[in-house]
Each structure stands twice: as C-alpha cells, then as structure tokens.
C-alpha cells in the first residue's frame, strides 16, 4: 500500500542516489559499501592527499551473503567511527588482522560501546580466547577519542580538520565534519529522530563558515514518514502488560542490546513513575544489554534535557522499582522456572541468539505469555518464523526442539532510532551552501524516492517498514 504525499519545494543542491564516487577539488569521496543497501556503511574519503576510511560496516541479514571486504579500505590514514552498531564497525577485526596499525577516531562513548559490541561479535563467530583479546588490545591501542564540536580537530599529523556534531541515533552516536584546504565533506552517519528518549536532538547549528562539497546522507526510512508517536508507544506497551498481568503471565521482549534496550527501559521508567504500569517484576536478561547500558550510565553528561533534569531530581530514566538484572547463566535458567506476572527483556531482537531463546522454548506454549516484538523481523530469522507459526497455528524449531507457538504475538512499533525522510530533510537544511549531496545506507527504491522528494518531484510513500536485513533501527 502507498500513499501520495505533498511534494516538498526543490532542495538547492544536487540529489543523487546509488552513486558510488563524487568529486572533490582535491579527491574524491567513494562508498565501498551502503552504496544501494542499508547495512556495510564504509566510505573512504580522499582529501588533502590523505585517504580516510569513515565506518567500516559489515553486510546484515541479506546483505551478509553477498558482502566482501573492500581492498581500498586498508590503505588509510585513519579510521573515523560515526557509530557503535556492527552495520558501522563489523569489518574492524578484518582491518585489524590485515595489518593496519594507524588511529581509529570516534567519541568515546562510541568507542566504549564498539568495543562491547566487537567482544561479543567475535565471541558469536566462535573466535578463540586468544584472537580475541589479540584484536582487544590492539583497537584499544589504536583508539583516539574525539569529543564533540571540537572544531577542526586535527586528526594526528594528516594536516585535515574533523569534528564530530551530535546525530541523536545512539549513545556517541556523530555526524562527521571534515576539512581540508581545498575540500569540505559531511557524512552523516546514521540520524536519529528528533525528541527522542534520552539522547540530543541531531546538531542543527552547522558553521557556514565554507561551503560544503558534498553531504554524504544516510536513507534508511527515505521512502516515508513514521507514523507513531510517544503516546502511541507508551499506550501499546501498556494494553500489552496489563492485558498479560491479568492471566497472570509473562511479557517476553527480544530486544537489541545497543539503543532498543535502553529506549524500552526509559518507556517502562515513564509507566511506572506515573504510576500507570501494574507492579510488575522486570528481567533484564542480556549480558551485553546490561554493559551497554551500564556504558549509557557513564555518560550521563551525553543525555538530553528531559533526562538530566530527571537525573537531577534523583531519578535515573533507566532505573525504577522491581527491575533487576540477570548476570550469570544460572540465574536465567532460574528466571524461566520463576512463576508471572513478569516482564523479560533479553536478546536478540530478531531472536538468532541469546537467552530469549531458552525463555520461548519454554514460554511460548502458555496462551498466558505475550512474545512483544520491538522491532521488524527479517524473512528468515527465527523471529519472522515465529509470526509465521502463530498465525498458522504451527510449531516453530527453537534450540533443537519442535516449539508449539500458543502464546499471544504483539509488535511495538514506532522505537525506530533514524530519521524518516521529512526529518532527514531537516536536518539537511541546516547545513548552509551545500552543492552536493550523496544518498547511501538506504534501499534502492528508498534512496530513488528521496531523492525526487528532495529535488522537487512528486512520489509515494510506501507504509512497509524499510529494508529487512537491518537488524536495528
């Protein structure tokens, strides 16, 4: 289904999509990956006579099979991080053990969280104990943290200008501004929406001090408008757990240990100081779930207003009464034999791993239980087969076993953490004297829309979520 849509006055600049190159006066800007997809975001810059590499993403979902390291990502200068998901720092690893031994630049918020999210990613892919701490030792020796609107900080010797801009989409999460004597680019890394739970509003205050060569601009929900609002969040989750609480069952959400996690802790936070939630005991069973946000609570500073002055009057928006955390695998299994009501959040969001496994394998008979989803599930991944099952009345095979899907199916929806296409075109439209802007990190027919809305032409958004691979926005 597609809806017509008013079509926004021409955006100044040249739009283009699914291009790979754009020109600098003194180099070029060329994605290596992202370039007609969502995921594997790796762009490198040649500017000044040096060569950067901004993210450097791994394929997802889909994308996975196809994906192939770059050979023009090794010979750099620098590495810049615009963000801490696997989509923007994958391929580290691979980097790493081919040798490239130069700095690695990000906020060290975004670095605290790569480092958590890398650790458990190698440990997924079975990587020994020692090629593990090997690739530990060496990002920590090759990272450089960067604070934020520091204005052309430079990076080491290479003579260029970088400066990290908020972009609201994770904790550390930066736009990248970078200069040199000849050539000014922007890249947006990936945006988050505006009045978000937690986090600052993407930076809006851009210096025209120069123009801009080209904006590179990420395109993940181009073709469309989110539709749900806080309130409407807020309502879903509640009807859910109320509904579940009567019958005396459990709540199980697979969420994503980076952002997901935290954002659904800071709704459960708002229920119950307002007293709407029903006293209900709250599991957070996710080992890197809970370093994330324990990464989120050492950088409080990174918060918006609402959140700080909630920290001020003493109450932390991701705390409240009744929840505690799960650490060891012992006490998962516990929690499994524990009787509702109760709320479970574990990982991972499309359920291909984690403890949420064990917990529908054994809650997902009981027509008491409610399995929430928080996020789209990918065609393939055990979560999509979940929703396939209930539909039908079938079993879905979780960890070996034959699982009768009786439980009570729900999807939360509007916790996406990017920018829908008008609030993309915001954000562009602070950056001042801009002559060019590249479209990436979006669907094709994502991309192709955006780019006729920015310049002007009519076209239709579709209400799909975007592309099912990208396992977390």
Partial sequence: MTTATMTPAPFAAEVVAATAVHPLPDGEVRLLGAVESVTGAMTRVEMGGRKLLVDCGIGQGAEARRWRFPDAARDVDAVVLTHGHLDHIGSLPMLLDGGYDRPILATKATLDIARISLEDSLSMQRASFREIQWFLSTFDRLARPVPYDQSGAPIGSLGLGLT????????????????????????????????????????????????????????????????????????????????????????????????????????????????????????????????????????????????????????????????????????????????????????????????????????????????LFVGHQSVGTPGRRIQDAAKAGQTVWLDGEAVMVRARIETLRGLSAHADRGELRTWLSHIPNVRRVGLHHGELSAQRDLAAWLSGKPTASPTAPPHPGHSHG
């Fill in 164 to 371: 990290f801009r908020e972009a609201g989409h994770i904790l550390g999460s930066a736009s990248v501004d970078l200069t040199s004597d000849k050539s000014r680019v922007v890249l947006s890394g990936d945006l988050g929406r505006p009045d978000s739970p937690i986090l600052r509003d993407p930076f809006d205050a851009w210096p025209d001090a120069r123009p801009v060569d080209v904006v590179i601009m990420e395109s993940t929900y181009g073709s469309r408008d989110h539709e749900h609002t806080h309130s409407d969040i807020e309502e879903k989750l509640l009807s859910v757990v109320r509904e579940t609480v009567a019958k005396k069952g459990k709540v199980f959400i697979p969420a994503f240990a980076i952002g997901r996690t935290q954002v659904l802790l800071w709704f459960l936070n708002e229920l119950v100081e307002s007293r709407r939630l029903p006293k209900i005991p709250v599991a957070l069973d996710t080992p890197m779930g809970l370093l994330v946000t324990e990464t989120y609570g050492r950088f409080k500073k990174l918060y918006d207003k609402e959140s700080v002055q909630k920290l001020s009057r003493g109450d932390d928006p991701l705390d409240f009464d009744d929840l505690f955390v799960v650490k060891r695998g012992k006490d998962s299994l516990r929690l499994r034999e524990a009787p509702g009501p109760m709320i479970v959040i574990a990982g991972a969001g499309m359920v291909t791993g984690g403890r949420i496994i064990g917990h529908l394998v054994d809650g997902l008979p009981d027509p008491r239980n409610t399995l």
